[in-house]
């Protein structure tokens, strides 16, 4: 019962407490390291959704990521100002996963189960990640996938590769974005 009202209030932050208290926890968390481990997760409503449980063999850590898009840096070399390309370049995987694959990286003995968004401000968005380790929990589903994070198997990493569509249902065996536009499109016309 508890669950629902923390939904509730994360729903529209805004609107309710969250937005206070976050206010005041994102001036200590600007402080900290960009990668945190923490005992225990923020949005236990959202992370128990995505397969938490507090026991054993669960880790949660905090990731923060810069916001903004692909700052690229300005070419040395002459050519006219439509060629530089710099503005409006983005990168073709979202902020979510970086901070994934960031926590993967810091953690290797630990596969990363799933992320969510637990605040951001004007420069940085914070993630809460939930790792999971194998070697405490070998019957766990995804304790046989090895560096799952960086394949694109968690679903910040399926919405990149643009899996994450209920379409005709064949998303999975066409791993890429372009394969399941184009099939999408065959298929319309």
């Known amino acids: 019962m508890a669950y629902k009202y923390i939904a509730k209030a994360w729903k529209n932050p805004n609107k309710s407490f969250v937005k206070e208290l976050m206010w005041q926890r994102a001036i200590d968390w600007r402080n900290q390291d960009a990668i945190v481990r923490i005992e225990k997760p923020t949005r236990l409503d959202r992370a ?8 054993q063999g669960f880790v949660m850590a905090r ?21 530089l390309g710099v503005n409006k370049i983005k990168f073709s995987k979202n902020m979510r996963l970086i901070g994934e694959e960031r926590v993967g990286k810091r953690f290797p003995n630990l596969e990363v189960l799933n992320s969510y968004w637990v605040w951001e401000d004007g420069r940085y968005k914070w993630y809460e990640v939930i790792l999971v380790d194998p070697v405490i929990l070998p019957d766990h589903p995804i304790s046989t996938q090895t560096r799952r994070v960086f394949r694109g198997l968690t679903s910040a990493g399926k919405e990149v590769r643009g899996l994450h569509h209920r379409g005709l249902g064949a998303e999975k065996a066409r791993p890429s974005r372009t394969a399941v536009r184009n099939n999408r499109v065959k298929h319309q016309a």
């Open 48 to 55: 128990r959704n995505l397969g938490y449980k507090a026991k």
């Open 63 to 83: 990731v923060r990521v810069r916001r903004s898009g692909f700052r690229k840096q300005r070419p040395t070399g002459g050519r006219r100002q439509k060629r």
